[in-house]
């Protein structure tokens, strides 16, 4: 390996930047390029698009130069660099990232204490060699689908600026889209990953419950939450998510299942996948693009049966309700002591939250079982349904309502139509982008059996080969 670092023109650079994370980390550990011309790249692009798009709420170019240095230095002196190596990221601005204070998209938090230590996860992807440019922007406190923030502004969509990017991952989904970085990391309650990934046209994961370690990100609902990555294609998505799996005794959800290694299995595609549709509430209420985005990758899959899963709209009311409620005795203290640093829509909502009978709470987790239960039933005959992962392409910014099966019905609560009943019993899930005849994007759901997201993103690289699922080109 030699030590010497090849020189590329500015043009060259930028454009490996831009490019797919395992064709960065490939440059950088063989020295064909270093990864501070990387870093500096990136940092550029950011500072040139990032004032159109408002998908970063802090940038830390100090941190990412240091870390860039500290990989070249190794590669010099003959060591191993990492499957990530070089590849800048940045996480959702509820992740800890050490010197930052934790916003959680809200005004409230710019009061605490930076950081003293990143995320397990942050610290998972430098140890992997990826390079942190810095903090995205989110919806306030993750209560959110639309990207939508009063405090830092709206993250804006990549394809179409005057659109919503879908949140709560609203900056990891646009930094990703708009190819400001090609790695990002969000969070998944009731669809804060696959929402944007289907505005922003991008790939992302929502891994099992318990999968991927939380520890040291701030919370929303402790007993739906997860963390998982977006990228534009399915290996970069693939090489991600392994290098962020493993046990950890700081978040006591994490269960002691080994995950399968999945970016040697993608080539497989959807050889041996037996793949259904999922009918009844996922085939209802959605636009023509939703269910064209469907069919087209059914047909790429061979799928041809569709199958219900039952009750799936009560599911989605109770995930609603268990939402409410935990996230309002999270946020009791704040609500009690600084009610107009909020948003107002989020604090209307958790103040509604705060007054459901226990009654209804208990009601909602009993069936939660019931419907878990009807879910593996069908994974007993399928590896993969396909869903839409929104009903809709990306609506207009402060858009307040769309119509929805001939009624007009209200953007923010009715976006998450389809994922929720998902996150609810804690499915892995890719979302996958299937360009539309339009500018907008739109994203199907690949769901899994629990543990199983090896399935899905083999589902995912098959759509990818086949054509019908990519990340399309930004117009910024």
């Not at 190819?179 to 891994?207: A, E, M, Q, Y």
């Not at 693009?289 to 799928?303: K, P, S, T």
């Not at 007993?380 to 009903?391: M, S």
């Not at 739109?442 to 990818?464: F, K, T």
Request: include cysteine; hydrophobic fraction near 45%.
């Amino acid at each position: 390996m030699s030590a010497t670092v090849q020189e590329h023109s500015p043009s060259t650079i930028a454009e490996l930047a831009a490019g797919p994370a395992l064709a960065i980390a490939e440059a950088v550990r063989s020295g064909r390029v270093s990864a501070r011309a990387i870093c500096e790249a990136a940092l550029a692009r950011i500072g040139v698009v990032d004032p159109r798009l408002n998908a970063f709420t802090h940038v830390t170019a100090v941190r990412a130069l240091a870390e860039a240095d500290a990989l070249d230095a190794a590669r010099a002196a003959g060591k191993a660099l990492g499957p990530l190596a070089g590849v800048p990221f940045a996480v959702k601005n509820l992740f800890d990232l050490k010197g930052l204070p934790t916003l959680a998209g809200s005004k409230i938090n710019k009061d605490r204490p930076a950081a003293a230590r990143d995320a397990t996860l942050v610290e998972r992807m430098v140890a992997a060699g990826a390079v942190c440019l810095g903090a995205l922007n989110m919806g306030e406190y993750a209560y959110d689908f639309t990207g939508e923030n009063i405090h830092a502004g709206n993250s804006r969509n990549p394809h179409d600026l005057g659109h919503m990017s879908g949140g709560s991952s609203g900056g990891s989904g646009s930094a990703v889209g708009g190819k400001l970085v090609p790695l990002s990391l969000g969070s998944d309650t009731n669809g804060s990953i696959r929402v944007p990934s289907s505005f922003c046209g991008i790939f992302g994961l929502k891994p099992t419950y318990g999968r991927l370690s939380r520890a040291r990100s701030f919370p929303f609902v402790a007993s739906l939450d997860h963390l998982g990555p977006f990228a534009r294609n399915v290996a970069d998505l693939a090489a991600t998510y392994d290098a962020l799996t493993g046990a950890d005794a700081e978040d006591p959800a994490v269960a002691d299942v080994s995950a399968l290694p999945t970016l040697p299995e993608l080539e497989r595609g959807a050889d041996g996948l037996r793949v259904g549709i999922l009918g009844g509430w996922f085939a209802r209420q959605g636009t023509p693009q939703a269910y064209d985005a469907v069919a087209r990758a059914a047909a790429a899959l061979g799928a041809v049966r569709t199958v219900e899963l039952p009750e799936a709209e009560r599911a989605r009311a109770s995930a609603y309700l268990i939402s409410m409620a935990e996230g309002a005795a999270l946020h009791r203290e704040r609500l009690r002591d600084q009610p107009a640093d909020f948003d107002p829509a989020v604090r209307e909502r958790l103040l509604a939250g705060a007054v459901l009978p226990a009654g209804m709470i208990v009601k909602a987790q009993n069936f939660r079982r019931w419907f878990h239960d009807r879910a593996l039933e069908l994974f007993a005959e399928f590896d993969v349904l396909i869903a839409p992962a929104t009903p809709v392409p990306a609506p207009r910014s402060g858009q307040v309502t769309f119509v929805l099966d001939g009624k007009e019905m209200l953007v923010r609560p009715n976006i998450g139509i389809y994922t929720q009943p998902i996150s609810f019993i804690g499915l892995p899930v890719v979302a996958a982008p299937i360009p539309t005849e339009e500018p907008l994007p739109i994203g199907v759901q690949l769901i899994a059996a629990p543990w199983r997201e090896d399935a899905a993103l083999r589902a995912a690289r098959a759509l990818e080969l086949a054509g019908v699922a990519y990340a399309p080109e930004p117009v910024l």
